[in-house]
């Protein structure tokens, strides 16, 4: 298994630990961290999530020769039962605090599960992307939804259409991130904010929480779903199949046929 986990003064962590494949996610993984996720959310002694990667990779996006494999583990109406989607559901439900440490990369659904944590801490090394569209695929994680919503429609194209990178700066100036720190520092700052809550009211911060999510809490979830749908029909696309072997090959995709 490439996720590890620990609970530690009421921290739960969840480490994303498959660096040989720049942490690239499989099917596997997503129910690992479904699982986590959902025990933290009910295990009282559990005040805070963190999620990181390893030092300078956060997370590359989906293992793609595991997602030509299974796809997103589902299919049809089964789609939003399937492992990815389980995993974004449990985080989006989770009423711990979440908090994340980005030191590297974070690509794909590396960077939209970082609009569904609490607070966020990146590495001056760090690096974001959503490169959906250049892959055959569709925004995913409700980031169509949350994307402009954060940065206005002509920032959140160049991010979402055309995939441009954007710096750990960006990523802070339009609030995707709370702050940028040096590499070394990034996952020891976001484990003491996580600790904070260890001295906090739970019932009030579970509260508060929800408070702050609820008024597009079912907007987030058809956002996903109908994402959700498109994504999973998209994987099985000519334009997308063209990307992933292009991707295999080590070339550019020729999306001059489509």
Do not use: W
């Amino acid at each position: 298994m490439s996720i590890k986990t620990a609970i530690l003064n009421g921290v739960c962590t969840i480490e994303i630990a498959r660096p040989e494949k720049k942490n690239a996610l499989t099917v596997a993984m997503y129910q690992a961290m479904t699982e986590t996720l959902k025990a933290a959310h009910s295990d009282r002694a559990v005040r805070a999530v963190l999620i990181t990667g390893q030092p300078g990779i956060f997370t590359s996006g989906n293992d793609i020769e595991d997602f030509m494999k299974r796809g997103t583990g589902g299919q049809g109406s089964d789609v939003m039962d399937s492992p990815v989607f389980q995993f974004m559901r449990a985080l989006l439900e989770c009423d711990k605090p979440v908090v994340a440490a980005v030191t590297g990369a974070a690509i794909g659904i590396g960077t939209t599960l970082l609009l569904h944590c609490d607070f966020v801490y990146v590495s001056d090394e760090a690096r974001l992307a959503m490169p959906f569209v250049a892959l055959g695929l569709v925004p995913e994680f409700a980031s169509s939804l949350l994307v402009p919503q954060l940065m206005g429609h002509r920032r959140a194209a160049e991010k979402l259409l055309l995939g441009d990178p954007f710096t750990p700066e960006q990523a802070v100036d339009c609030g995707i991130a709370n702050a940028v720190l040096p590499a070394a520092e990034v996952l020891n700052h976001a484990r003491r904010i996580a600790e904070r809550f260890n001295h906090l009211p739970p019932g009030a911060v579970r509260e508060a929480k929800q408070l702050m999510r609820g008024p597009q809490h079912e907007a987030l979830l058809q956002t996903i779903a109908k994402e959700g749908a498109l994504f999973s029909a998209r994987l099985r696309s000519p334009e997308a199949i063209e990307a992933f072997q292009a991707f295999f090959q080590k070339r550019k995709p020729d999306f001059t046929q489509f």
